[in-house]
């Protein structure tokens, strides 16, 4: 299997469409970062010309032109970080949607191996970093260039070696970011990787505290989040090291820019009056640059989020979408396996060797076999969690990969063995298939799924909150939710993998006979090992080895399959 890209190359280029979408609001970024920076000059400007003025005997006041620029250089300053940050954060909305929607697509086969905290990081820290690039560059860098290079034109009115002089210095001072980038990147990645593995390590014993515990491996698990930690730390230091180093270059450069311009006008090169206004222009040219300098000495750790986001944006689908797809044209569909084969990316072993059968329309099957034997691969491909090497999947006649996903998805709804519920009250979870779903559904679907009593039974009834991953409540009430959720949405195919494995035998009971209630109006694939759930089914299908080995209802395997005997040994004198 093809292991996903972890990151991109030239990321910060690549965020820049997301800049330009909105070209109105860019262009007033740009604009509040240009009178921002031009009031962060011409305020000191008209001060220290007044000040010259003062010191020479002239007696202009400008004081009415001062305090005007007062008022706007305090109008700019919040214009440029109300507009700058509003609208970066619109920016990341919509970067974190097209993060879920590449983590959607590439849902399951291109995930395998990534760790759950680790793409927490990424879509909480990593999506958050780009931040910065989109509120500090673009009104930033635009206008503290353009006035830089307007104050250093002004300064060459007065004194044309003073200007160059600036130039240089803003010069070198913008090429230290440039010539330690490379660096600065790699940094930020190792920095970035180290951040992500540690939220892996801690989600994983976060959600193992019960094992671990079990175990008594608490410490061992505490030691490896700490090495993470440990390694992370180091990185960080050593990206620290290469900004601090920036930081004293360009301080040290600002100053013997300050330095010359000093000598200058000690040396009496410059008119007394403009002596002031030299001094703070200087000042004010290199500061802009100097701030942009700061910004960059950051970059390193951007550019590496970024690469990490825009990595996961840019996978392509696990399985393609057709170009012109199909509907599902029967409302009872019937189901069909036809000689599929399939093996896993990476694998030389096939799981599935020319497997058919099929579901009619209304019907309800159960796969059994044993552990291995490719039942839940089959359930898998009928989802396109995968599509099938050889053969097909239909339903109602339709290969599974003509259908659009929306249409497979509304079509088709699976109850997994492992169960997942959000922290969100049991009618919330219960909708999660169909939110606009009214009560009166919600509670139908908890009956027939055999969930309505215990929920009643708590505190605040459906509105009681599940907690994380269904933390408040039993295996078997997850359960329960899961199938009611499933039946909440009316999908007319419906999976059950496992299902009611975590039921005790009246609860399951009480399952089935909610399901007999609507018997006929889906058509219903039970993935099972219980007799007691087989027995219920229409027909049985024996997978042995990726093949369908024997077909028909319990009692005709049972008299006609030693395999299926052997299977079912031990159960087939439960009630």
């Known amino acids: 299997m093809t292991t996903p890209a972890t990151s991109v190359d030239r990321p910060l280029w690549r965020l820049l469409p997301y800049m330009a979408s909105r070209p109105l609001v860019f262009s007033l970024v740009i604009a509040s970062g240009l009178v921002n920076y031009c009031m962060v000059v011409l305020l000191p400007a008209l001060t220290a010309y007044q000040l010259g003025g003062l010191l020479t005997g002239r007696t202009e006041s400008l004081a009415s032109q001062i305090t005007i620029a007062v008022l706007v250089a305090g109008v700019a300053g919040w214009w440029q970080t109300h507009i700058g940050h509003d609208w970066a954060y619109r920016l990341l909305k919509v970067l974190r949607l097209r993060l879920f929607d590449g983590l959607e697509r590439a849902t399951p086969g291109r995930l395998l191996g990534r760790r759950t905290g680790e793409l927490a990081d990424i879509a909480k820290n990593d999506v958050s970093a780009t931040e910065m690039f989109f509120a500090h560059t673009a009104g930033d860098y635009v206008g503290a260039v353009a006035v830089s290079l307007a104050s250093v034109a002004v300064v060459a009115s007065i004194d044309v070696p003073s200007a160059a002089v600036i130039a240089v210095m803003m010069l070198l001072v913008a090429v230290v970011p440039v010539a330690l980038s490379r660096r600065a990147g790699e940094q930020g990645r190792a920095v970035r990787d180290a951040a992500g593995a540690v939220a892996g390590e801690t989600v994983d014993v976060i959600q193992g505290l019960r094992e671990l515990a079990l175990a008594r491996r608490g410490r061992e698990a505490a030691d490896r989040v700490l090495a993470r930690a440990q390694e992370l730390r180091v990185r ?72 990490r986001v825009l990595a996961i944006i840019g996978y392509s689908p696990h399985v393609w979408e057709p170009e012109a797809p199909e509907p599902v044209r029967d409302a009872l569909p019937a189901v069909a396996f036809d000689h599929v084969r399939f093996g896993y990316p990476g694998s030389a072993h096939e799981v599935l060797r020319e497997a058919s059968f099929q579901i009619r329309a209304g019907e309800i099957v159960a796969l059994v076999g044993a552990s291995g034997a490719g039942k839940t691969t089959l359930a898998n491909l009928l989802l396109r969690f995968w599509d099938v090497s050889a053969g097909a999947v239909t339903i109602g006649g339709v290969d599974v990969r003509n259908l659009s996903t929306s249409e497979l998805r509304t079509t088709v709804t699976v109850v997994p063995q492992d169960v997942y519920l959000f922290h969100d009250t049991i009618a919330g979870n219960i909708k999660l298939g169909r939110p606009d779903a009214t009560d009166v559904e919600v509670e139908r679907a908890a009956r027939l799924a055999g969930a309505h009593d215990f929920i009643t039974a708590l505190p605040q009834g459906y509105q009681t909150l599940c907690g994380e991953r269904g933390a408040s409540l039993s295996g078997g009430q997850r359960q329960r939710i899961a199938i009611a959720r499933a039946l909440l949405t009316g999908a007319p195919v419906l999976v059950l993998d496992e299902a009611v494995s975590s039921l005790d035998t009246e609860t399951e009971r009480a399952v089935h006979d909610g399901l007999a209630a609507t018997r006929g109006t889906r058509t219903t694939l039970i993935i099972a090992h219980r007799i007691s759930t087989i027995r219920r089914a229409d027909r049985v299908v024996l997978l042995d080895g990726g093949v369908v080995v024997a077909t028909g209802t319990h009692d005709e395997l049972v008299t006609g399959s030693r395999a299926y005997r052997r299977l079912t040994a031990g159960q087939l004198d439960a009630p």
Request: proline content about 4%; overall charge positive; glycine content about 10%.
């Open 236 to 307: 960080r230091r050593a990206y620290a090291r290469r900004a601090g180093l920036e930081l004293v270059v360009s301080e040290l450069l600002l100053g013997l820019g300050l330095l010359a311009l000093t000598f200058r006008a000690v040396a009496g090169a410059v008119e007394p009056r403009w002596i002031p206004v030299l001094i703070v222009l200087g000042v004010s040219a290199l500061a802009p640059i100097a701030t942009v300098s700061a910004t960059a000495r950051t970059l390193g750790d951007v550019r590496a989020a970024a690469g």
